[in-house]
């Protein structure tokens, strides 16, 4: 992305890359797909007999590859005449793979569709509605009812449910029990403790650093992630929902902070690692702090064992509050184009109800959506998720809501600022003129967004 000069713009003010996204694809729902409740190219799909074949897209493919396996073969053997095609695909290309497919056709009949991506699928009238079919299924009642309402929240506006809830994710902060104790530090609660290891656990010379930040793809969230942490504003827009707090003087001075990490605690390598290359680099062991969430903690008791680290909610800020952004809420959707949704739904009902979304959660190591499977006895056995799930509902935690609801934000937050970020971390660019483009366009589409749901 090319960064502009806010003194650039025209005069007459031109529409930023959100704001002419969103009405893109709002013009595009409106001419291609009509008033007719249509999919996409005008395609309604159909019940179909519930028999036959279904494909499944996994959005995360390669990283939930065996899991959905188990399940598919589960879900197959209860329902002989149902045969699943599985197609894993990476979480990096699952949206532009599902964007491409809604314009020139080949949607899968049921796909992973989580929070972050849902606005601007269900704004291409792509996805089934599912309230109904939820409200008549085993499920009603057992699902997490935040999670739904996230969902339901996040899918354009009008309270529309699209994608049933699988799993919550939450960020966590992942520590070197040994290289703490041995350094004498206090485990990282706060986020002074967590600079004062940083820098303490820095040895340059012997190629061992305090904290490994993320650089690459997905690291404007964490990044927000510590910014709100620090600065403890708890609400993404103004009281009137017009302007977005991300470039507030104490956000501002919070990215500073964190980003002057890079190069002075964290490897050089981090200018340009996703969440893959940055765990793997802190499961090697010669790193002492790692932010991620519940879905790599697997990953690291098959590299550490479970003696020498832990798994802890994020830092709590000066006034003892802990503030975090929301973590997008994964789940699973019918896409309307589907000529046998009979058969995707019972496909959903069955990989969230109580075995198999235990399964799956138990697996990926994140909060399952179905309240059974939430008391199972493996979640007191992994300690970062029965934190995470403590921390989320013991009023200790204020969650700021990330703007999901925007058809334009999965695309602004990641591919769009992702590079300026990068400029950041190497003094290339300043934060304040970070946050502030980030700033100008993310007002923009809410004020696009605004004028079209009237």
Known sequence: MKISNRSSRSAGGRRTSAAIALGAVLALTATACGDDGSGAGGDKGAEGSGKGKITFWDNNGGIRTAVWK????????????????????????????????IQGGGLPDVGGVGAAMLAGFSAQNALEPLDDRL??????????????????????????????????????LYYRTDLFEKAGLDAPTTWDKFYEAAEKLTNKDKNEFGYTIRGGSGSIAQALD????????????DAGKKKTTVNDPKNVDALEKYA????????????????????????TGTIGMVNHNLGSYQDHVKALGDE??????????????????????????????????????????????HEQNSKFNES????????????????QKAEPTK????????????????????PDWNTLSKSESEPAFQ????????????????????????????????
């Open 70 to 101: 188990e399940i598919i073969a589960a879900f197959e053997k209860a329902n002989p005449d149902i045969d699943v095609e599985y197609v894993g695909i990476a979480a990096t290309e699952y949206q532009s793979k599902v964007d491409t497919a």
């Open 364 to 379: 990926a190591g994140q909060v399952p959506s179905n309240t059974e499977a939430a008391k199972d006895a493996w979640i």
């Open 260 to 283: 002057a990490l890079y190069k002075k605690v964290t490897p050089a390598a981090d200018v340009n690692n996703d969440f893959a290359k940055m765990t793997a680099q802190w499961d």
């Open 135 to 172: 409200a008549k299924s085993s499920l009603s009642g057992k699902l997490n009812e935040d999670m739904v309402e996230s969902l339901s929240a996040a899918g354009g506006g009008d309270g529309t449910l699209y994608s049933v809830p699988t799993s919550a994710n939450n960020g966590v």
């Open 308 to 353: 020498k680290f832990r798994g802890i909610p994020q830092p709590v800020g000066a006034s003892g509050k802990r503030v975090q952004v929301s973590n997008p809420v994964d789940g699973l959707g019918v896409f309307k184009s589907s000529k046998n949704k009979e058969a995707a739904w019972k496909f959903i009902e069955f990989a969230t109800a």
């Open 387 to 406: 934190l995470a799930a403590e921390a989320l509902n013991d009023g200790s935690t204020t969650i700021v809501q990330l703007p999901y609801y925007l």
């Open 423 to 454: 400029k950041v971390l190497l003094g290339e660019m300043s934060a304040k003129d970070f946050l502030d483009d980030l700033a100008e366009k993310l007002n923009e589409a809410q004020t696009e967004w605004t004028e079209q749901m009237g």
């Open 226 to 237: 510590a910014m709100y942490g620090q600065s403890g504003i708890t609400s993404f827009w």
